[in-house]
């Protein structure tokens, strides 16, 4: 079975810039999130999808980032503009449905310079 | 508020010792998830166990296995017999009852096992 697959593995900008992360969930999962992971903490949760609906966003800055999931499958999340601060690794992960196990694609680092 | 404390940044230790992984939490919740997920360095998280609050029976998976205290608001791991392929960082998470999936994760424990 495939596991959450991530693009691209890493990527640097400059602040004010754009970027833009994808990610493929595991083939059947209807439950989607997005984690931002900051060197030395723990992840902590952005956004979560079940199917294309969102659940929870209530962590996303919303000024700035920007999620979607037209089709119930794919994800991608968006930075505009990005700041210093927002140099991280972002994780996401799918789970069958919510309350079951989730697992994690291998992130994406963000380097904002 | 919600909080998850992990106090050990580091810990190395040598092929074979015994190592236990401390993870404090606080929650004014009464139902509640703790988990323990592993991440090696290719950077993926790994689920390693989920534990409601009304369980506090011990559990054992080979080499691992856990200890959970509601007394101590504690959750602790220990791995038994480490080996090198058990280097990675730890991360003890708690999540709410009713939204199991918004994890609130502590800031991990480094785990070096050298030969």
């Known amino acids: 079975e495939a596991g959450v697959a991530q693009s691209p593995r890493y990527k640097i900008i400059e602040k004010r810039q754009s970027v833009a992360f994808w990610c493929n969930p595991i083939s059947g999962h209807a439950t989607l999130y997005w984690y931002q992971q900051i060197l030395g903490q723990g992840p902590k949760l952005l956004i979560q999808?079940?199917?294309?609906?969102?659940?929870?966003d209530s962590q996303l800055p919303k000024d700035r980032f920007s999620a979607e999931r037209l089709k119930g499958v794919d994800s991608t999340l968006k930075i505009q503009p990005a700041k210093l601060e927002d140099s991280a690794v972002y994780l996401c992960?799918?789970?069958?449905?919510?309350?079951?196990?989730?697992?994690f694609g291998q992130g994406t680092r963000l380097t904002v310079v | 508020a919600q909080k998850v404390t992990q106090a050990q940044t580091e810990i190395s230790v040598v092929e074979k010792e015994d190592v236990t992984l401390d993870c404090v939490y606080e929650?004014?919740?009464?139902?509640?998830?703790l988990f323990w997920y592993k991440q090696p360095p290719s950077g993926e998280l790994v689920f390693l166990i989920r534990r409601n609050s009304f369980d506090e029976q011990n559990e054992i998976s080979g080499r691992y296995s856990w200890n959970f205290q509601k007394s101590t608001s504690s959750f602790n791991f220990t791995i038994t017999a480490s080996q090198v392929v058990d280097s990675a960082v730890y991360f003890c998470?708690?999540?709410?009852?009713?939204?199991?999936?918004?994890?609130?994760f502590g800031t991990g424990t480094r785990l070096q096992v050298f030969p």
């Open positions: 998470a708690l999540s709410e009852a009713w939204n199991t999936d918004k994890l609130i």
């Open positions: 999808f079940q199917n294309n609906g969102v659940v929870d």
């Open positions: 929650t004014r919740d009464t139902t509640y998830y």
């Open positions: 992960a799918s789970s069958y449905s919510p309350n079951t196990e989730a697992f």
